[in-house]
């Protein structure tokens, strides 16, 4: 069957028996019944403007309905090189993954190579400094500024709150594993012997990061909250998301710090679903472990912030 006729069974699918094909596509395209009438009978295609524009009105997925099972298309989240990329990037993302969330039954699921990003989302001295590194290690034209210098614009405390609260709204299963906050920590110290960051923000920033992993200690262990951690010892985790709703899944990859590939390919995300359910079984269910159990794992993640909290004052005993 040739393209157009697929499209345009698919759009027949969409809409009921009783309507008319060509009055409908006439309505949504903005032109005449003549016009319609032609790409119907295929005397003439559809542009790639109007393909699109049916696509969304009618809620079709083009890639799952055209492309090769070894081919996938993709959406990629805002290429980020100044402050207002990154404003435009929170925004999008903000939108993006609410729209995903409002469903009550929505499901998201976190392999959490680092800590993910929602737990920056609170407007603390963590947040700047997320946003201070990111910007630094994504744009080498970077002016280099200390931490201290930084500031970063207040629209950005309405999209973090936005992203947090689609976070929260969502059922979550995030897969840890003892690495996970190795990444954060490392930033602290190469910022501070860079000398770009001082020695009482770097202190201030291992406390924030220990409140934070205090949080997701106590969210384990809060009953009637849709909250799950899993540690996993067996594999390297990526940060890829997928976000399960009634109608479809959704897949996040990196392929950088804050990109992401974006998509819906039902083969995929099916894939990729069964591949997080297998390391949820592979996993300790932190949530469901014993005191012991738990302890275990949040106790080396302080110990690990309180090993670099030591070597960074450590440094600064050896000037005096």
């Known amino acids: 069957m040739k393209y157009q006729q697929l499209f345009l069974k698919e759009i027949r699918s969409k809409i009921p028996k009783s309507v008319s094909l060509i009055d409908e596509i006439a309505t949504v395209l903005e032109i005449s019944y003549d016009a319609s009438h032609r790409r119907i009978s295929e005397k003439s ?16 997925s083009l890639d799952n309905l055209f492309s090769r ?27 993006q993954i609410a729209l995903l969330t409002k469903n009550p039954n929505t499901i998201l ?22 946003a201070f590194v990111w ?13 201290e210098s930084f500031v970063i614009d207040e629209s950005f405390t309405e999209y973090m709150a936005k992203l947090k ?41 291992c406390k924030d990061l220990k409140r934070i992993i205090h949080l997701i200690q106590e969210k384990c262990n809060t009953s009637q909250n ?18 399960e709703t009634d109608e479809k899944l959704t897949m996040f990859v990196p392929y950088t710090l ?10 995929s995300c099916k894939n990729v679903h069964g591949f997080f359910r297998q390391q949820i079984i592979n996993s300790k269910p932190l949530g469901q472990s014993g005191i012991k159990e738990q302890n275990l ?24």
């Open 45 to 60: 295609k559809f542009s790639i403007d109007e393909t699109i524009q049916l696509a969304d009105h009618f809620s079709i």
């Open 165 to 205: 609260k689609s976070y929260e709204d969502a059922a979550v299963n995030e897969i840890w594993n003892d690495t996970t906050i190795n990444s954060s920590l490392q930033q602290i110290l190469y910022f501070y012997e860079a000398g770009l960051l001082s020695i009482n923000s770097a202190n201030a920033l």
């Open 226 to 243: 849709k909250f799950s951690i899993y540690y996993n010892e067996l594999i390297l985790l990526n940060n890829n998301m997928l976000i």
């Open 297 to 320: 794992f949040f106790n080396r993640a302080i110990r690990k912030i309180d090993y670099y909290i030591e070597k960074i004052n450590s440094q600064v005993d050896l000037l005096f």
């Open 258 to 267: 804050l990109g992401y590939f974006i998509t819906d390919n039902e083969d």
């Open 109 to 130: 699921y976190y392999s959490a190579k680092d800590i993910p990003l929602f737990y920056f989302m609170e407007g603390t001295i963590l947040s700047k400094f997320k």
């Open 135 to 147: 910007l630094n290690l994504l744009n080498s034209n970077q002016k280099k500024v200390s931490f």
């Open 69 to 95: 099972k070894e081919k996938v298309i993709v959406e990629k989240t805002i290429e980020i090189e100044t402050l207002k990329d990154m404003l435009l990037y929170f925004k999008s993302s903000a939108e």
